[in-house]
């Protein structure tokens, strides 16, 4: 059961998204889709448009009470990381409300669904949170979705804080100083991946990853980090997501016949694994890497044959999760099963928090101003109360979060992280063993 903040979603987006997903989908199959379009592309439409729009709602002007809106993936092809996401982001604000709120008054939540690239529900949905006042929004979980609203919202002068967003485009987007990101550059993921499969002794990779902002340049970050490791990439494949069959895909691959094959995807994945192995190229065959859009227990779920995923690795972003903290999010829900992204997510309603603290405003432009300062250079916190508390006391803080140290630049990129190295057991899920390795953005 969850708990009745997580379902606080309006009305209205809920309605909208249902209406969205019948007529385009949601990133399955069935029925004719759009294919995903440069995200960078629509956002400029969508922020010229949203200029006269969210004017009149005055988003962006505080108005004494923090108001927090999410973009996180209910339905899409990430949904399955929307639930440690959701419940992230509603500890963080219970936390905080626990601890005395914001400015005198508690923190207001309204979660949202973010859909995927193939629906408009993230626009709908960024829509009713400015109408409604939203000071920030959190999400997306796609780097190609948050490209899509990323200059409605902070056209909008409100904050947009992704605590999923890995695309290095990001970094030097012209966000008006409010686009941030609990989660790393991909420049460290790739580099990560790339320095472990020339580790584990594999000299030639075969590359295939979705066509969006995340999957190529995640590709290109690995292929750096194999070469320059001394590994040689054979084929890099940059394939659309919404092919009804990855047959001629895999034949490339197969064809170049690398020792190891890195798979960038979301939930197309199981289709790709499946043509792998019937091609004889599954990870029986060859060492199969994967990456945070599709390593999760939900991969496990769609692969029909046993032990099909046993061995291979993936990559994620993060911190990890201790016992401790996933009971707390337990008790939010209590049906949670991965935890990917749910430090991110809860980091980022605590940085917020403390932003407006800081500024002893929730108005967006002055969150965002404040909140790469509450991060780095000060006396090191790393709870909402004992950070909020050294503010009082006119203490500069440095809070060192559940994700790990953030250490925020001044584009918003967090500059320290951690990587989490996963591996499949023998029944397709999880194992309890993960390597970490933390690094410098």
């Known amino acids: ?8 979603i309006l009305a209205l987006v809920a309605a909208l998204a249902l209406v969205a997903a019948a007529c385009g989908g949601g990133g399955g199959e069935g029925g004719e889709t759009e294919e995903p379009t440069d995200g960078a592309t629509e956002a ?41 996401e959701f419940a992230g982001v509603e500890l963080g ?19 949202g669904d973010s859909g995927d690239t193939t629906t408009d529900v993230a626009n709908q949905t960024v829509d009713s949170h400015l109408s409604a006042g939203a000071d920030a929004i959190i999400g997306a979980a796609s780097s190609g979705v948050s490209f899509t609203v990323i200059d409605k919202i902070t056209g909008a002068g409100v ?7 890995t695309s290095p485009d990001f970094t030097d987007y012209d966000d008006n100083g409010l686009y941030f990101r609990t989660a790393p550059s991909d420049v460290l993921q790739g580099r990560v991946l790339g320095e472990l499969i020339i580790e584990d002794g594999n ?20 292929e750096s980090s194999v070469t320059d490791s001394g590994g040689e990439v054979l084929e890099k494949i940059i394939y659309n997501p919404q092919a009804k069959n990855f047959d001629a895909e895999v034949q490339q691959i197969a064809s170049a016949d690398p020792e190891a094959i890195v798979l960038i995807g979301f939930d197309e994945s199981a289709k790709v694994i499946t043509e792998l192995i019937e091609q004889g ?9 994967l990456v945070d859009g599709n390593t999760g227990n939900a991969l496990g779920e769609q692969i029909k044959q046993k032990g099909a995923l046993e061995g291979v690795k993936g990559t994620i972003p993060g911190a990890e999760a201790t016992p401790e903290f996933r009971d707390r999010l337990k008790e939010v829900d ?31 432009a002055d ?75």
Do not use: W
């Open 281 to 289: 190229q599954g990870p029986q065959d060859k060492t199969l890497y």
């Open 203 to 222: 000299a030639s990779v075969g590359i295939l990853a979705l066509q969006d902002p995340y999957g190529e340049g995640l590709a290109d970050n690995v």
């Open 93 to 111: 604000v219970q936390e905080v409300n626990e601890a005395g709120g914001v400015l005198g008054n508690d923190v207001e939540l309204s979660q």
């Open 367 to 441: 969150i965002g101003e404040n909140l790469p300062d509450v991060t780095r250079e000060g006396t090191k916190c790393s709870s909402f109360q004992e950070c909020a508390d050294l503010l009082e006391q006119g203490e500069d803080i440095d809070y060192d979060g559940v994700s790990g140290p953030i250490e925020m630049d001044d584009k918003g990129d967090p500059t320290e992280a951690s990587i989490g190295i996963y591996t499949f057991g023998a029944d397709n899920k999880l194992t309890d063993e993960v390597d970490y390795r933390a690094g410098k953005v």
């Open 44 to 84: 400029t439409t969508d922020g010229a448009e949203a200029e006269t729009e969210t004017e009149a709602a005055g988003g962006g002007e505080g108005d004494g009470t923090l108001h927090i809106g999410t973009i996180l993936p209910e339905t899409g092809s990430l949904a399955f990381l929307g639930p440690p």
């Open 334 to 364: 209590p049906e949670l099963q991965d935890y990917s992204y749910a430090a991110e997510s809860y980091d980022a309603v605590i940085v917020i928090a403390l932003a407006a603290i800081q500024a002893e405003s929730d108005a967006g």
């Open 159 to 165: 904050v947009h804080f992704s605590p999923a967003n």
């Open 1 to 8: 059961m969850q708990s009745s903040k997580r379902l606080h």
